[in-house]
Each structure stands twice: as structure tokens, then as C-alpha cells.
């Protein structure tokens, strides 16, 4: 069993960052594809990034792109989301995710099996 923790949400200022970790532990953290999704009030929970397991060919929604990085440190078993140039429409609860398949989608829910407790992110305008 893989247990994650997400941790640094918090209110900002439009224009402003933040950086998410989220800490793995109970298993081989370098065996897991790791991902970022995010659920704003009253939307479905949508894909942000993930990023392999080897820390290669990270991938992003469009919306993100050039403002969030996705990075891993494997060493220390924790995933991070750096997020630069918020927006309001950024605020939601992110959630990372961990995933140990080698098939279907890393771009949707299904591909995870392991979820945090989520993290609340705000940006006011």
C-alpha cells in the first residue's frame, strides 16, 4: 500500500506561485508514475501533469503549460508541482496520484491507483 501526502496549498495572489509536494511512503517510490490532477467547486477532477517514473517526459493540460513544472525527487520519495504566474481559474483541490501500470492513459483517473488527501489551492484575483 502506497500512501501520499500532499502538502503547500495555500491562498495566493493572482500572478503569484506556490509549490506542492506530495510525500510517498510504504513502497518503491521510482517504481511509480507519478500525476497531478485537480477538482475546482462544482467541476469533474481533471489531469494537471504527470511524470514518468524515471523523471522523463513530463506531460501537461494546455492550460498549465510554461506557468506549472512537474519534477520528482526519487531519492527523497516526493513529487512537487511548481506553480508560477497563477490565475483564479488555477484555484481548486489538487490531488497527486500514483500509478504503477505500464498500459492505458496516464492523462486520466483510471491509469492511478493511489490517491492524497488533496490540497487546497486559492487564487484570489
Known amino acids: 500500500q502506497l500512501q501520499l501526502v500532499e502538502s503547500g496549498g495555500g491562498l495566493v495572489q493572482a500572478g503569484g506561485s506556490l509549490r506542492l509536494s506530495c510525500a510517498a511512503s510504504g513502497h518503491t517510490f521510482s517504481s511509480y508514475t507519478m500525476g497531478w490532477f485537480r477538482q475546482a467547486p462544482g467541476k469533474e477532477r481533471e489531469f494537471v501533469a504527470y511524470i514518468r517514473r524515471s523523471g522523463g517526459s513530463p506531460s501537461y493540460t494546455n492550460s498549465v503549460k510554461g506557468r506549472f513544472t512537474i519534477s520528482r525527487d526519487n531519492a527523497k520519495n516526493t513529487v512537487y508541482l511548481q506553480m508560477n504566474s497563477l490565475k483564479p481559474e488555477d484555484t481548486a483541490v489538487y490531488y497527486c496520484?500514483?500509478?504503477?501500470?505500464?498500459?492505458?492513459?496516464?492523462?486520466?483517473?483510471?491509469?492511478?491507483?493511489?490517491w492524497g488527501q488533496g490540497a487546497q489551492v486559492t487564487v484570489s484575483s
Open positions: 496520484a500514483a500509478s504503477q501500470n505500464y498500459y492505458s492513459d496516464p492523462l486520466t483517473m483510471g491509469y492511478y491507483n493511489y
